[in-house]
């Protein structure tokens, strides 16, 4: 599994929007400088959280993008699932294998692809900005 430059961003977006508040919606140029992201790209990605909607636009003088909700109410999977499509680890469980019923790593990459989706939904945009970032502990037991 690898996150994309259009998933990596995209979460930037949402933070950089999470930081500002909800109070006035924030010009894109603006998240452009802040982020070191083309304008181009940016308009691509806020396109694709609109059409979601994650973020909200509004034109004018004073107008730019602002979150939908509350940053408690994203969790990193919802971003990422909107950008990336499957997070899977491998492409046999998003695309189906002939060979997967008799595969012995089938449950493997299962539950690898549980526990990525379970900790990215289990982060909050709200804690990723307040840095409530615990390491994760892994108990393995036999």
Known sequence: MMIST????????????????ADEPVPL????????????????IVS??????????????????RLSKDPSEYTMQSILSLTEG???PVACLENGCPRSEGCTTVPLWK???????QYLESITLKDVVDGNLNPVELIIQR
Do not use: P, Q
């Not at 998240?31 to 070191?36: E, G, K, L, T």
């Not at 694709?48 to 730019?64: C, D, H, I, P, T």
């Not at 539950?111 to 989706?117: A, C, F, K, S």
């Open 6 to 21: 259009k998933g990596r961003y995209a979460l930037h977006v949402m933070i950089d929007l999470a930081k500002r508040g």
């Open 111 to 117: 539950n690898l692809d549980t526990i990525i989706e």
């Open 86 to 88: 499957t997070l899977a």
């Open 48 to 65: 694709m959280l609109n059409k979601a909607g994650f973020v909200e636009s509004y034109r004018g003088k004073s107008g730019g993008y």
């Open 29 to 44: 140029s603006d998240i452009s400088n802040r982020n070191d992201i083309s304008m181009k790209y940016l308009e691509i």
